[in-house]
């Protein structure tokens, strides 16, 4: 006779995956209109699920703002797990599916993203051709945004800021010059830091890495630094540098095609190196899948190294 009293009895789950997906689309979404459209479902069904899972949790994960839909201290909770839970149950789908595999989301610095990412992404894709890469690029601050808000699962950014839900990676180191137009009144020689202080600068926006590092070696060796134009492209800078608009301080790997070309200079100056780390940002909360971590240890891996172009 078998003895039936110690046997464990799995507890009664109240939660389905539907109700998740739902409920991270309009978190993402802020609504259950947007909701809808991410999942390709109608906006009544989608309005249920959530109904549903608040009903089910016996709490509000949103606040109700106008038609808005705001987490609350509640969904700020849920969303980390849902997410994981929804991501994993893609990846068993993925098993068994490769068409049905969710696409590496990837968010990048313009430095990176412009100039070092695609080649890697090039390689992975590759090698891996039922892996899909979505890249999308802005300044670090937007980058950090992404991470924060698992719009995206990894963030590679060029800048000292941080976020108190992310954890920081060193990933490779790079170098800042200043460049000029082959035609500039200091090309050729060696610029003090006099000349410097009293020429025009072409630099990047507030809020982007380049920026935050390039203001703090500047102004720390400089006695004056005259920005006479501040754009949100690295292409534009350096276009507006080899008009002779002014000197640029950008990245080497930035540069190093347009040097080759002869469309810009390395300035020669009495600055000291300007050396920074670029860094991968990942969420405290979020769990890496197998993708994910497989394509981090590729960029690890197949990135310049110091004194290598790509």
């Known amino acids: ?14 939660l389905n995956l539907r109700h998740l997906e739902v409920f991270v689309a309009t978190a993402r979404g802020g609504s259950t209109r947007a909701a809808a459209d991410r999942i390709a479902r109608s ?32 969904g700020r909770a849920l969303l980390p797990r849902a997410q994981a839970l929804v991501e994993q149950a893609a990846e068993l789908q993925a098993l068994f599916s490769e068409e049905h595999a969710a696409p590496l989301r990837v968010a990048a610095s313009f430095t990176i993203g412009e100039y070092l990412l695609p080649e890697l992404i090039s390689e992975w894709t590759l090698r891996h ?9 802005g300044n670090t601050s937007e980058v950090i945004e992404a991470v924060a808000g698992f719009d995206v699962d990894v963030g590679f ?33 060696t610029a003090t830091l006099r000349q410097l202080a009293e020429v025009t600068w072409v630099m990047r926006e507030h809020g982007s890495g380049t920026r935050l590092v390039t203001d703090a070696w500047l102004i720390r060796n400089l006695a004056h630094v005259r920005v006479g ?5 690295t292409e534009a800078i350096k276009r507006v540098v080899a008009a002779g608009g002014g000197l640029g301080c950008l990245s080497r790997h930035a540069v190093a095609q347009s040097i080759d070309d002869g469309r810009l200079v390395e300035l020669r100056t009495r600055l000291p190196r300007a050396v920074r780390t670029l860094a991968i940002a990942l969420h405290t909360e979020k769990r890496l899948g197998r993708a994910t971590t497989d394509f981090l240890q590729h960029c690890r891996d197949a990135a310049p190294k110091p004194g290598r172009s790509r």
């Open 1 to 14: 006779m078998i003895d039936k009293t110690n046997q464990w009895t799995p507890p009664r789950l109240r």
């Open 229 to 233: 134009f501040e754009l949100g492209s």
């Open 157 to 189: 950014i060029e800048g000292p800021q941080t976020h108190p839900g992310l954890a920081v990676r060193p990933w490779l180191d790079d170098e800042l010059i200043v460049v000029a137009a082959p035609g500039h009144p200091l090309a050729g020689s």
């Open 129 to 137: 051709p039922q892996s899909q890469v979505q890249l999308r690029i």
């Open 43 to 74: 906006q009544s069904a989608a309005s249920t699920a959530l109904a549903d899972l608040e009903g089910s949790l016996g709490v509000e994960l949103f606040d109700r703002i106008g038609r808005r839909l705001q987490l609350n201290e509640n």
